[in-house]
């Protein structure tokens, strides 16, 4: 039977009114808008006019749940992935107890349903706080038996109860299940169709997020008034006036077109209200999806949205309130909401709770369209719009009100509320949407901190997901790569293509080859097999690993790649123990470990020759503009002691780089400095177009031996260009200069370029300006992200071959065409690094920073990379900046320890889930010492057949940071509207279909988001209103290309802060103990005008000062009392002599030196010019240019996914 037909059983009040609150039951025709989409989300009218009031009879969402009829009760969502109900729901009355006054908690037994009848049998107890939680155990994905429990007896156990509630929502208020903004839309009501019987065994398919309330569709930042409660309305958000027939709590219908059915019709409730009455479900009638917001019985104490932990789901509930087991320690949902203790009273729940019943009217929108506050009537049962003058509450509006220009928040104080004796004790106020109440990333964090940064994480557990980036630990390699090497976006993949389509997650590695270590942890060991070289498959060629299997006494040895047996070579022999395993297994590191490498043969270098040690050349624009603003003199000045550290292997042996000089600006310096000059010799090549390199002996040299002569040449540069008068400068040819020089030495290398300005001498490579803003936004707009000219494309493939990587360094003034100067760093494995504006005095020490890095870094030259996989998978697609001349080798001229490589692949078979599935990345490259070698690392994730295995081992860190690089890759082809259309769309199928498999059917205005990707929206957020794809006025055409090819190589620890900065406040700051202080949420609410918190994204610093900061505070930092005082132009903070500044700096030089790129300190006084940009980072506000809010964006995908599920 259909959401519409539920049996009609008596209610122990008598007939049930027509606005029947248990469900609250929306129209149809889409959510309650009250006003329209605050942000970039046109106002949703629901998906057609022709939508009937309730749920289209006999329509069930869960179109894949075979045989459910019986609707559940929604009350009893209980074993759904803690959904999420954005919004805040009314208290339900559905078989409301025709009382006339309010109706206190306390008259049931502690813990019994909120508002609704009382139970017909006695409540279980709620299970003790501590009691443990244990997710999954059984994963019922797919068709399951119809909800028992719905109209019978509750279940008994208090293990039933737990289970049932183990995946409750975190209720930010008693959620309507069809929560005000989101009024079951296309996604029809349908209790969950086809809940699992409460039992023991069905714990949530994996930790699921829900939150308690309907996403609120819009506004989420008006306090609605509360309506007086004996007042007939249709609820918004409220409980509906407990005498009299109303709308849906929490409901607010979204202003459908008038012809669309009234919220009620007077008929009988069954089908015109869309939910008709069900029978007190013991224990947990009363509110809509009790699970959700006010306590259940079982639960005990009203379950303040996420706030207390529900009983069942007792601390621990995954998505919970202060959720838990499946999430992690307690809270690792609610931010900052304590969870009530299982003793107290079911009393008034504090109103910074996320708490039940929202008052009438107290939902997180605007009280009423027209801004009056006050008395408002609610449509009568029956009528089809509102009455002249009357509040929409809930009733169709002709048309959505045109959304108020800058939404604030208004001050909850000031809005009317209803006396505190019309309403149960627990109904407090709310006054908007509670971002408490929504997944937290700072929670997550923190949580995750606490649950594995203890414990070394040891590798040898094939498909165990490792701690997330921020969270400090120790690996021990004990047969996969480490993390810092390889980071998938699942470690359970799906078995077959079907299964991956249907989830739409992408299959993705993360593979960074030459990532730095922390010092208490071993670098890969170097595996020297002589002559032989390497042992490898006769097959496919994978190298020896610990997925060979050894057999016939050890003679021989099974691919775990492709199965072929291949013999051991007899020098290579060992015999096996009585597991099967060589007795020299722990012996040998490519044995036993994930992570090593092998040196190679001749057979593995260039023209079958080893390699000679790589070169340097720095290649110096010494234009007017690179001379007037200082770049020349200081590159000069650091060159002189910056050529002591370039990298060695050994740091007590000289390193064996040799380097070059190039001056240029319409033509080119080269420069003699051979030890036995005197004096540097320079020779200019005026020929730009046909590029030669004019002296061969003595351009590149050894640094000790001709330093006397390098170190004349530096001093003199700057002399001889102080007072050029040239403006124009080449490019092309000065690539092609140091790539001859290479050429000439037979040898790979690394240029330095130092460049200033677009390149629009005549000279190959000439570019214009070809910055057309009219263009952002159009069809044509991917034309500027793409080279101007095929030149620089054809010049990358040259320098690739000759192994000639290429870092720039832009010091622009104006628009220098980064898009088309970046093709030759970004196919070679190089960097680009801009310093916009450069003024000596506050630029100079990060680039030097930057330059000093840049050079000294461990690389490796050469190289070429192949990621083999076992059978049934394969990679298909690469991103990252380097160049490809086959379907499978990536090749790299350059590759730093900051680089990475990132590979998705694809089914082409069917996977097992005994063998699960491999991967083996293999880099050959010759170290900066001259040696050819192989760095080998191997990863082994499981295989499943049930979509929730797959949800449960997700990891979303690395999702983003695949889905910002295919992103930033296709607006190269297409317009950046599509390519965000696209995201967001798979963003909602991803969820939509761990809703429709994997959670427990529950109401449609619930979120349900899985447990570990509960961030996925609100990080997904982020990188659709960034730069790249929702550009601001004043972001120019060359920020966007260089900030795309930059996230193009991160790695997932510096995508993670870059498009969720992180925040912290420092007025919490512990001198003693110097560890840092919990960060916050990127929000302006979050800020406090007392305080002073330092905002970090991997390029950026910001230090900002709260108008009324304390004086010691202030004089702590900037030796000044005075706010008035503080100098926003610094770009470092004073040294002073008190505990407090000597932490404040030690923790900006620590954060520093966690992120590949320096980042300069910007001091942002509260209410002054520069706090504009500092905004831009608080990204889960509303932006400037049309980015929505956290909160916005959530009630934008829960649209989406309705629509998908309807």
Not at 250 to 267: E, F, K, L, W
Not at 308 to 319: I, K, L, T
Not at 831 to 846: G, L, V
Not at 895 to 906: I, N, S, W
Request: proline share 13%.
């Amino acid at each position: 039977m259909n959401v519409n037909q539920q049996p009609h059983m008596a209610s122990p009040y008598g007939q049930p009114q027509p606005g029947y609150q248990g469900y609250p039951q929306p129209g149809y025709g889409g959510d309650n808008v009250p006003s329209g989409y605050p942000a970039q989300y046109a106002p949703y009218n629901g998906p057609g006019s022709a939508y009937q009031q309730g749920p289209p009879q006999g329509y069930s969402p869960y179109a894949s749940f075979p045989s459910k009829t019986l609707t559940t009760n929604l009350v009893s969502d209980l074993s759904s992935s803690s959904p999420l109900d954005l919004g805040m729901r009314g208290p339900p009355t559905s078989g409301a107890p025709p009382v006339s006054g309010a109706q206190n908690y306390s008259q049931f037994g502690q813990g019994e349903t909120q508002n609704g009848p009382p139970p017909m049998v006695a409540p279980p107890q709620r299970p003790p706080v501590s009691q443990p939680y244990t997710p999954a155990a059984v994963n019922l994905p797919g068709p399951q038996p119809t909800y028992g429990q719905q109209y019978g007896a509750p279940p008994v156990s208090m293990q039933q109860m737990t289970n049932q509630m183990a995946s409750m929502q975190v209720g930010s208020t008693a959620p309507s299940p069809a929560g005000p903004g989101y009024a079951p839309q296309s996604f029809p009501q349908a209790p969950p169709v086809s809940q699992p019987p409460f039992s023991t065994a069905q714990v949530q398919p994996g930790p699921t997020q829900s939150y308690g309330r309907p996403l609120p569709s819009t506004q989420p930042s008006f306090p609605r008034p509360p309506l007086p409660t004996s007042q007939p309305s249709a609820f918004p958000a409220g409980p509906p006036p407990t005498s009299t027939p109303s709308q849906l709590p929490g409901v607010i219908q979204p202003q459908p077109p008038v012809s669309q059915p009234p919220p009620y019709h007077s008929g009988p409730p069954p089908t015109s209200t869309g939910f008709p009455p069900r029978p007190p479900f013991h224990g947990m009638q009363g509110l809509p999806m009790t699970s959700q917001g006010p306590p259940m019985a079982s639960q005990g104490p009203p379950m303040a949205s996420q706030g207390p932990p529900m009983a069942s789901q007792g601390p621990q509930m995954g998505s919970q309130g202060p959720p838990m087991g499946s999430q992690g320690p307690p809270m690792a949902q609610a931010n900052h909401i304590l969870p009530t203790q299982p003793g107290m009273p079911p009393g008034p729940i504090n109103t910074s709770l996320s708490g039940p019943p929202p008052q009438p009217g107290m939902q997180g929108y605007p009280a009423q369209q027209n801004g009056a506050f006050g008395q408002v009537r609610g449509p009568q049962p029956g009528y089809t719009g509102p009455y002249p003058g009357q509040q929409n509450y809930g009733a169709p509006s002709t048309a959505p009100a045109p959304a108020p220009a800058a939404p604030k928040r208004l001050d909850p104080d000031s809005i009317p509320s209803p006396q505190a004796s019309d309403m149960p004790p627990v109904q407090k106020t709310r006054h908007r949407i509670d971002p408490d109440a929504i997944p937290s990333p700072i929670q997550v964090i923190e949580d995750d901190k606490a649950n594995k940064g203890s414990e070394p994480f040891t590798t040898g557990v094939r498909g165990q997901a490792p701690p997330l980036v921020t969270t400090k630990f120790q690996v021990k390699d004990q047969g996969n790569a480490s993390p810092r090497y390889i980071r998938c976006t699942s470690y359970n993949m799906p078995c077959n293509s079907d299964m991956a389509k249907q989830s739409q997650v992408p299959l993705a590695a993360v593979i960074k080859p030459l990532a730095p270590l922390p010092p208490d942890e071993t670098p890969p060991y170097l595996v020297d097999h002589g002559e032989s070289g390497p042992i490898r498959c006769n097959r496919c060629k994978a190298y020896m690993c610990p997925y060979m299997q050894f057999i016939e006494g050890g003679r021989r040895f099974q691919c775990g790649f492709c199965s072929c047996v291949t013999e051991v070579p007899p020098h290579y022999f060992q015999h096996l123990d009585h597991t099967g395993k060589r007795v020299d297994c722990y012996d040998r590191p490519e044995l036993s470990m994930g992570s090593y490498e092998f040196m190679t043969t001749v057979d593995y270098c260039k023209n079958n020759k080893f390699p000679q040690p790589p070169a340097f050349i720095f290649l110096i624009d010494v234009s007017y503009n690179a001379v007037k603003n200082g770049m020349v003199g200081i590159v000069c000045q650091e060159l002189k002691t910056l050529l002591d550290y370039l990298p060695r292997e050994n740091p007590d042996v000289e390193s064996n780089i040799r380097v070059g000089f190039v001056t240029y600006n319409k033509v080119l310096h080269f420069y003699n400095v051979k030890a036995s000059l005197a004096q540097p010799q320079m020779m200019v090549v005026s020929d730009v177009a046909d590029m030669f390199v004019p002296l061969l002996d003595g351009f590149l040299v050894n640094v000790s031996e001709s330093r006397v002569v390098i170190e004349s040449l530096l001093d003199q540069i700057p002399e001889m260009f102080a007072d050029t008068r040239e403006t124009e400068t080449v490019f092309g040819p000065v690539i092609q200069a140091g790539l001859e020089a290479l050429k000439a030495a037979d040898c790979a290398g690394k240029l330095f370029v130092f460049h200033s300005s677009l390149p629009i001498a005549e000279a190959p490579g000439k570019l214009k300006n070809r910055e057309d803003k009219k263009l952002v936004g159009t069809d044509k707009e991917k034309s500027l992200f793409q080279p101007q000219v095929s030149f620089y494309n054809t010049l990358a493939k040259e320098c690739v071959a000759q192994g000639c990587c290429v870092d720039l360094f832009l010091f622009p003034n104006q628009y220098v065409d980064v898009a088309t100067l970046g093709v030759v760093p970004t196919s070679t494995g190089g960097s680009i690094y801009k310093y916009t504006y450069f003024q000596a005095p506050s630029d100079q020490e990060r680039f030097l920073n930057d330059l000093r890095r840049d050079v000294q870094k461990q690389m490796g030259f050469d190289a070429v990379m192949r990621v083999r996989t076992s059978t049934g998978i394969r990679v298909t697609d690469f991103f990252g900046s380097f160049f490809m001349s086959n379907t499978t080798d990536v090749e790299l001229a350059g590759l730093d320890c900051d680089k990475t490589v990132t590979v998705e692949f694809k089914h082409d078979d069917k996977l097992s889930e005994e063998t699960g599935a491999l991967m083996q990345c293999a880099v050959l490259y010759t170290s900066c010492s001259g040696q050819r070698r192989l760095r080998i690392h191997n990863m082994a994730v499981n295989c499943c057949s049930q979509l929730a295995d797959l949800y449960r081992n997700c990891e979303t860190d690395t999702i983003i940071n695949y889905f910002a690089k295919y992103a930033y890759r296709s607006i190269l082809s297409s317009p950046t509207k599509n390519v965000r259309d696209s995201l967001m769309n798979q963003c909602a199928q991803i969820l939509a279909c761990y809703r429709k498999n994997c959670a427990s059917p529950s109401s449609a205005g619930q979120l349900i988001l899985p447990e570990c990707m509960k961030l996925l929206p609100v990080y997904l957020n982020c990188v659709l209103k960034s730069d790249v794809l929702q550009p601001g006025a004043d972001v120019s055409l060359d920020d966007r290309a260089y900030l795309r090819q930059l996230v193009s190589t991160m790695d997932v620890a510096e995508s993670h802060v870059f498009f969720y900065p992180r925040l912290l406040p420092l007025q919490k700051l512990d001198v003693e103990s110097m560890t840092l202080p919990m960060a916050v949420r990127d929000s302006e609410e979050r800020l406090s005008r007392g305080g002073v918190y330092l905002l970090e994204n991997g390029l950026n610093i910001f230090l900002w000062v709260g108008v009324s900061a304390q004086q010691e505070l202030l004089q702590n930092i900037f030796g000044t009392p005075a706010f008035s005082q503080i100098d926003s132009n610094m770009t470092s903070l004073p040294a002073l002599d008190n505990p407090f500044s000597k932490s404040l700096r030690e923790i900006i030089e620590s954060v520093r030196a966690q992120r590949s790129r320096y980042m300069k300190l910007m001091v942002v006084k509260q209410e002054d010019k520069l706090e504009l940009i500092f905004k831009h980072f608080l990204v889960e506000d509303k932006n400037n240019n049309g980015g929505a809010s956290y909160v916005d964006f959530l009630c934008h995908m829960h649209k989406e996914i309705r629509q998908l599920l309807s």
